[in-house]
């Protein structure tokens, strides 16, 4: 294992990245925090507009609800106010948006996306504010004690990925980008092939910014026997890999195709031929049920109402779905303090740090985040929730692949930790 690898574990996990667009910055509207019969202020950041990862989409989720609580007299009588923050991709901005929030009196952030973890769970936690339910790509998120995540990021999707891979591909091709946060992705595929006693993944790295993947999907193809599969993690550029792969030889190549939700998702497949895409057949680790589950209903209902014609949302957007998740939690949350409680960040906090068995209708297992529901990760110690969902692309559509959630605790917690180790030559 390369120095840069073995650092990496202690720093971001890579963006899954999701659709683009442009949102204004942040935006400030002085509020109550809590303890009086002014707004509950909140906030959600994400970037908008980089040459990187963009999630514009958690922004106008996190709006569309505002009004949802508000017109249903909001929580406890009292107005929800949202506050929404373009971080940029930056650790300034980021940190900047959190002084922002604090300044605001904001009692929680909240469904929101960073890659810079140790800004911005520093300047949290110097202000005490808790952070509910983000996207799951830093380790931070899942080692702060002011953080409160719902879903198992990236080591829950991948390691997932490796077990499902594991049971039809004798050899596994990874492609993914030449980074600090692409380090990651081996390590935890790793794990779940190494839990099916399969060999380490194949790893080919690729330029974050690069426009034409012909030479890569050549060599990822390799011999393209039926028996191999290749796993693209690239973010926004995962399509266009994929495209070019269709592309490699005179006809369709027989290897079997894989990614995580995040860097494919519905309106990928879509944009790149729906049933005759060349992602058909291909397997899919996500924290959720497909956009096509009833149990989306609700949030489809409110972002017809209040967020029709808000083109940044995408339902099938795994970073929208956190979102609502993430505000279904805290909504619940506070309406369970009752209308006598002071509402302010250190309240919040504590009213999270004893919630347990708290249902968000089926889109995730009951979740909480007291000592019991703690599953013990190694370096993941806040991590409650480590079930996925496969799917996979069939005649074009994202669909569950077997029921229910696959839980990954034994997986992400072998009984005798320790790093996996790989040969990089």
Known sequence: ??????????????????????????????????????????????????????????????????????????????????LTCNERNDAVTVTNCAKQAADAGAVAVIGSYSEEGSSFISALEGDGIPYIGGYGITEDEYQSLMSFPINGGLPALLAGSGLQLAQTCKKVTLVRPDSITGDQFPIFLDQGLQAAD????????????????????TKAVGADKASSCVSAVLGDKTSTFFDALRRVGDTRPKVQLSSVIGSVQQSVIDASG??????????????YPPASDPRWSEMKSVISKYAFGDDSIDVADPGVQTTWIAYTVFTKVVRAMGDKTKIDADSVRRAMDSTTKLSTGGLTPDLGWTDSDLLGIPDHPRMVNSKIVYQEVRDGRLVQA????????????????????RNDG
């Not at 574990?9 to 009086?36: D, Q």
């Open 198 to 217: 399969k060999k380490p993944v194949d790893d080919l790295l690729t330029q974050d910014n690069s426009t034409d993947y012909t030479a890569i999907a």
């Open 274 to 287: 729906g049933a005759k895409s060349p992602l058909e057949g291909a397997k899919i680790a996500d924290w």
């Open 402 to 421: 077997q029921p229910g959630f696959v839980d990954l605790t034994k997986t992400l917690k072998p009984t005798s930790y320790a790093p996996l180790k």
């Open 1 to 82: 294992m390369t120095h840069r690898r073995m650092g990496a574990l202690r720093r971001a996990v890579v963006p899954l990245l999701a659709v683009s667009a442009l949102v204004s910055g942040c935006g400030v509207i002085p509020g109550s925090g809590g303890g009086s019969s002014g707004p509950i202020v909140v906030m959600t950041w994400a970037p908008v507009g980089t040459s990187a990862t963009n999630m514009p989409g958690m922004l106008g989720m996190a709006k569309a609800v505002e009004s949802y609580v508000n017109d249903q007299g909001g929580l406890d009588g009292r107005k929800l106010k949202v």
